[in-house]
T-cell receptor, first 110, second 112 residues
């Protein structure tokens, strides 16, 4: 059975801190790994990773995939209160569907 | 572009009632899907569709039906609501089943 695990499940930091969120997976016929940010409503897309070792960056956020060790990390530097959200990891397979992890709830305090 | 729209935003049902959650997208996406989100469990796939006339089951399909008669619409039907179906339901669409998905705003359903 396909499985996606995220850690930690919950994290509280102060503004300016750097955080690392983890996602590990066991998925048959892996194709891609995606990160989403979910604030109060719908998840919004952050990154899609398909190749090992290539870092994707967007401002203070970055992510990298290790297909050999079956994990990905999402880094957020110089955190701000607006980064408070649930961060979801999803893994796609060649069967055209995605398995989501439980999410990491990040709270950034001023 | 409205993106992905869902109606209603909130719904309360009694056990045994049936209803349809509506989902529409105006991006001409072939792939559409329905998820439910429960506390601590992330998003779980209910049903998905790779194009008009084609649907398939996801991880938790029992108690739900879907159809895809047009590219734009992908309604989710609850046949006989049960308290275990209390959840937040998200519809999503993407160009294909291998691309990032765009999510609707969600429907919060409570079954008493």
């Amino acid at each position: 059975e396909d499985k996606v695990v995220q850690s930690p499940l919950s994290l509280v930091v102060h503004e300016g801190d750097t955080v690392t969120l983890n996602c590990s997976y066991e998925v048959t016929n892996f194709r891609s790994l995606l990160w989403y940010k979910q604030e109060k409503k719908a998840p919004t897309f952050l990154f899609m990773l398909t190749s090992s070792g290539i870092e994707k960056k967007s401002g203070r956020l970055s992510s990298i995939l290790d297909k050999k060790e079956l994990f990905s990390i999402l880094n957020i530097t110089a955190t701000q209160t607006g980064d408070s959200a649930i961060y979801l990891c999803a893994v796609g397979n060649y069967g055209q569907n995605f398995v989501f992890g439980p999410g990491t709830r990040l709270s950034v305090l001023p | 572009n409205a993106g992905v729209t869902q109606t209603p935003k909130f719904q309360v049902l009694k056990t045994g009632q049936s209803m349809t959650l509506q989902c529409a997208q105006d991006m001409n996406h072939e792939y559409m899907s329905w998820y439910r989100q429960d506390p601590g469990m992330g998003l779980r796939l209910i049903h998905y569709s790779v194009g008009a006339g084609i649907t398939d089951q996801g991880e938790v399909p029992n108690g739900y039906n879907v159809s895809r008669s047009t590219t734009e619409d992908f309604p989710l039907r609850l046949l006989s609501a049960a308290p275990s179906q209390t959840s937040v339901y998200f519809c999503a669409s993407s160009i294909s089943g291998h691309n990032e998905q765009f999510f609707g705003p969600g429907t919060r359903l409570t079954v008493l």
